[in-house]
């Protein structure tokens, strides 16, 4: 259920308005809009109460919500939602490109790397210093050693910096060094993680499950935003077909209909949606002009013998170069502007 009021309301209504909310044991999640100011009722309401409400000053609508998410939901913020992070805008018509090899390899490859992704005029560093593996054999990342690896390339050369965390033990830890935490997509409903990442001050990157819905997606990131982290971006990255030319189908049509269900940033995630390198630039400019608000690319100075073995998909820096080059061209043209570049400062 929501509240809505005018941002005419004065704050001494809006407070009696919460109040009363909290005093029936519900939490109060306050959204202001443009024209709008939207309180939404986390926990069971009982009728009386939204009678109640609709009588008090400054009440405009008491409406109930149907869809088990509520905070993510556009009926409880109309406006999008726009992550600030040191300059670097995401959402409200802003694209941000991340982009970097899967995993941390050594502090030269991710000092390199760093270095040709902030002159191809991308924002983000990406990095992985814990890599979630099908096989248990296989490279499973360098762990802490590589967030501080990446923390200092993004450091040295103004990006900022996001990366992968898998367990609810490692959120401290992987927030004191990125800028930016990402949910795979094995962990979508790592519930535990979830919960944790609610209360971790950094933005959440959350990578649509394999073979998740829509609605288990927005409500993977409810577990978020009721923890009052209000910074979440949905990450479309592909789903698992019947198709094996591809590694996964990226599902396009994901980017507007999340946008239109939700008020958080779409990012695409072209280099796992195919898991080809020469499908990687035309699936990242189709999800552009399907309204993507960002994308994370893989880029590897030596892809064919990159340590985790998805070399298959990452682009040589040249490649990462032209594409953004082009996307920044392509940009203006649906709608879009290319976010700058992370104000050079430590990671806050």
Do not use: W
Not at 59 to 77: G, M, W
Not at 213 to 239: P, Q
């Amino acid at each position: 259920m929501i509240v809505i009021t005018s941002n005419h309301t004065p704050e001494e209504q809006l407070q009696d308005i919460i109040a009363v909310i909290e005093k029936e044991g519900l939490q109060a999640h306050v959204s202001r809009g443009a024209d709008r100011t939207v309180i939404g009722l986390i926990g069971s309401v009982n009728p009386q109460l939204a009678a109640h409400l609709r009588q008090m000053k400054g009440v405009e609508n008491v409406v109930k919500i149907s869809k088990s998410y509520k905070l993510a939901s556009r009926d409880f913020h109309p406006d999008d939602t726009v992550i600030d992070i040191r300059g670097v805008k995401i959402g409200g018509g802003n694209l941000v490109i991340m982009g970097g090899p899967c995993a941390v390899e050594s502090p030269e490859q991710i000092d390199e790397i760093a270095r040709l992704v902030k002159a191809s005029g991308a924002q983000v560093l990406r990095g992985g210093a814990f890599k979630p593996r099908t096989g248990p054999y296989s490279f499973q990342g360098v762990g802490v050693e590589g967030l501080t690896m990446m923390q200092e390339a993004g450091r040295r050369h103004g990006l900022l910096t996001i990366t992968e965390v898998m367990t609810p033990e490692y959120v401290d830890i992987c927030a004191e060094h990125a800028d930016i935490l990402q949910v795979g997509t094995r962990n979508m409903q790592n519930f535990d993680l979830l919960r944790k990442l609610g209360t971790c001050g950094r933005p959440v990157l959350l990578k649509r499950g394999f073979s998740a819905t829509y609605d288990e997606l927005l409500n993977a990131a409810e577990y978020i935003l009721a923890g009052g982290n209000k910074d979440v971006m949905l990450c479309e990255r592909g789903v698992r077909t019947f198709e094996t030319y591809t590694r996964n189908t990226l599902d396009l049509a994901a980017i507007p209909a999340l946008q239109s269900l939700s008020h958080l940033p779409v990012i695409s995630d072209p280099s796992h949606g195919t898991g080809r390198r020469e499908l990687v630039e035309p699936m990242s400019k189709a999800s552009v002009a399907a309204g993507a608000d960002g994308l994370i690319i893989e880029m590897h100075t030596d892809p064919d013998n990159s340590m985790t073995g998805d070399g298959v998909q990452s682009l040589f820096p040249d490649q990462f170069h032209n594409l953004v080059q082009d996307l920044g061209r392509l940009a203006p043209l649906v709608g879009r502007q290319m976010s700058p570049q992370a104000r050079d400062a430590v990671t806050i």
